[in-house]
């Protein structure tokens, strides 16, 4: 089957640097998502990788082993905006999109 | 990034009747569409995936004649919650995409059946 595993919750401070990570098991891989969402809202679009590397964004980072099955989104500098939930999703080999389940990030003053 | 309009934000029914959900993509051509829901403190659940002209592929326990999904042209898709009941009551919430691209979400919708 496809499963995509991130940690349910994490804590971290405010100014201080958080790794999230994702491993991930489909049939396929035809590019790794990381999506930002506040409670109520919907999802947003922070990164994409398809080849191994680190991608950078301003204070957010992703990176991506596709010999390993893993990724990770990287925050700097958090700031209390940062609070949110961030979701690991993954385009397989039929370009469809599998989501984790979402990791809950609380930052602490 | 390319913006996703869905609409209403937010509605209240009485149970028993219908709603409709509009989803259009703004400055692209969707291929697929989604629609998903999410119930308070939870992920996103996929409901439905969308091609443009054919039918939607429900995903297992979704209800086909419960939710009906049109996506009539590569910029709309509409999500109908028929004979909608209090247990509906949901956060649901489209996305759209071009071919493999990463898919952009609508802002969406609030549903509450009294």
């Known amino acids: 089957g496809q499963n995509i595993d991130q940690p349910t919750e994490m804590t971290a401070t405010e100014g201080a640097i958080v790794q999230i990570n994702c491993t991930y098991q489909?049939?396929?891989?035809?590019?790794l998502f990381w999506y930002q969402q506040h409670a109520g809202e919907a999802p947003t679009f922070l990164s994409y990788?398809?080849l191994d590397g680190l991608e950078e964004k301003g204070r957010f980072s992703s990176f991506l082993s596709r010999s390993k099955g893993y990724s990770y989104l990287l925050l700097k500098e958090l700031q209390m905006k940062d609070s949110a939930s961030y979701l690991c999703?993954?385009?397989?080999?039929?370009?469809?999109?599998?989501w984790g389940a979402g990791t809950k990030l609380i930052i602490k003053p | 990034g390319a913006v996703v309009s869905q609409h209403p934000s937010w509605v209240i029914c009485k149970s028993g009747t219908s709603v409709k959900i509009e989803c259009r993509s703004l400055?692209?051509?969707?291929?697929?569409m989604f629609w998903y829901r999410q119930f308070p403190k939870q992920s996103l659940m996929l409901m439905a995936t969308?091609?443009?002209?054919?039918?939607?592929?429900?995903e297992q326990g979704v209800e086909k004649d419960k939710f009906l999904i049109n996506h009539a042209s590569l910029t709309l898709s509409t999500l109908t919650v028929t004979s909608a009941h209090p247990e509906d009551s949901s956060f649901y919430i489209c996305?759209?995409?071009?071919?493999?691209?990463?898919?952009?979400f609508g802002q969406g919708t609030r549903l509450t059946v009294v």
């Open positions: 999703a993954v385009t397989d080999s039929n370009y469809q999109l599998i």
């Open positions: 400055d692209f051509q969707a291929t697929t």
């Open positions: 996305s759209a995409r071009w071919r493999g691209t990463e898919a952009f």
């Open positions: 969308s091609n443009e002209g054919s039918k939607a592929t429900y």
């Open positions: 990788n398809v």
């Open positions: 489909t049939s396929g891989f035809n590019g």
